[in-house]
């Protein structure tokens, strides 16, 4: 009984525990409520369980790993292999995915449904991103975009002229705030809440989601609803990455990521439905905008940035899929 007792000890000293032969680092920079992680966490339990537990997917969500542009960075040196970001940050790495920064591309939610699921559209993604070192895996939602404000409510784009709105850094957001009338302002997104409150700047432009869960509406009351942008997300991981994979671990992890947006985007549409109640239960007063002003605003901005062949077929095939 003793030499069983010690042999079974030596089995368990001995025998290592059970480890994935690989391991995926994803970060993003929302909580561990919001919708991009649990999207994230879809993505991981999928990949998991379809590998049998050889592949494991590590997440760092509320940007433990840096903000967006110090994650895709590293997706390029090979310290992160993948991660959730705005479009508008990576068309810094990738100028051609501009035309998902536009104003007012997308109708409705189901027709940026319609599009991402769009072969010709994903074809010329995956390439023209390919080309850059990168993969996108799937392509969350962002939510549809509206204006806050701290100093008063607004009702039509004239109210817009001469505030200080902050914006993503992103050259076209800058130029449609401007046709917009405001003076845009892209500071850093982890600096609004104190900027709202020191009136740094008089408001933002945000969704239903990050105004409620990032709390904005402590320090800016006023929303004004218009949707001047439905905002993709990438989930971008590393193209060398990816092809260093086995091949049937590559068609897991693209199956997926796939699965995974589409679960996202429906979650994120519920979610900005319960956090406008929330908005409104915590005392934010709402207005609503005509956005016929704004998409005719808007024109100037399309003139400006999307000129080539490649851009406007690929304008062309977004606004067919619906």
């Known amino acids: 009984m003793k030499k069983l007792l010690l042999a079974a000890l030596a089995v368990c000293i001995s025998a290592p525990a059970f480890a994935a032969d690989i391991t995926l680092k994803a970060g993003h920079d929302n909580t561990v409520k919001m ?9 991981k339990k999928a990949v998991e369980s379809r590998t049998n537990g050889k592949v494991e997917v590590k997440i760092y969500p509320n940007s433990q790993l840096g903000n967006e542009m110090d994650m895709i960075k590293g997706i390029l040196t090979g310290s992160l292999d993948m991660c959730v970001t705005s479009s ?3 068309v810094n790495f990738i100028p051609e995915i501009k035309i998902f920064t536009m104003p007012f591309l997308f109708d409705t939610p189901d027709h940026l449904d319609a599009a991402l699921s769009s072969d010709k559209v994903n074809g010329v993604l995956s390439k023209i991103a390919g080309s850059k070192g990168f993969r996108v895996v799937g392509a969350f939602s962002a939510g549809v975009r509206h204006v806050l404000n701290s100093q008063k409510p607004l009702f039509s784009m004239a109210d817009l002229k001469g505030l200080k709105i902050r914006v993503m850094g992103n050259p076209v957001h800058v130029a449609a705030f401007r ?12 600096e609004l809440y104190g900027a709202l409150q020191t009136k740094v700047v008089d408001g933002a432009e945000a969704a239903n989601t990050n105004y409620y869960g990032k709390k904005f509406y402590e ?19 590393s193209e060398k990455k990816l092809k260093s994979l086995p091949a049937d671990i ?20 519920q979610a900005d439905k319960e956090n406008f109640w929330k908005l409104l239960a915590n005392g934010v007063k709402v207005t609503y905008m ?16 999307l000129k080539s062949d490649l851009e406007k077929n690929l304008l062309a095939a977004i606004k067919a899929a619906k």
């Open 290 to 305: 005509d956005p016929a002003p704004f998409r005719e605003a808007s024109k100037s901005v399309y003139a400006e940035f």
């Open 179 to 190: 046709a917009f009338g405001a003076n845009p302002s892209p500071i850093a997104y982890n």
């Open 88 to 90: 508008s940050k990576l």
């Open 219 to 237: 320090v800016a009351g006023y929303w004004a609803q218009v949707g001047w942008l439905n905002i993709m997300a990438p989930v971008i991981m």
């Open 35 to 43: 919708p991009y992680h649990l999207g994230m966490v879809h993505f």
């Open 250 to 269: 590559q068609k897991i992890v693209l199956q997926a990521g796939l699965e995974a947006a589409e679960y996202q985007r429906a979650l994120y549409i």
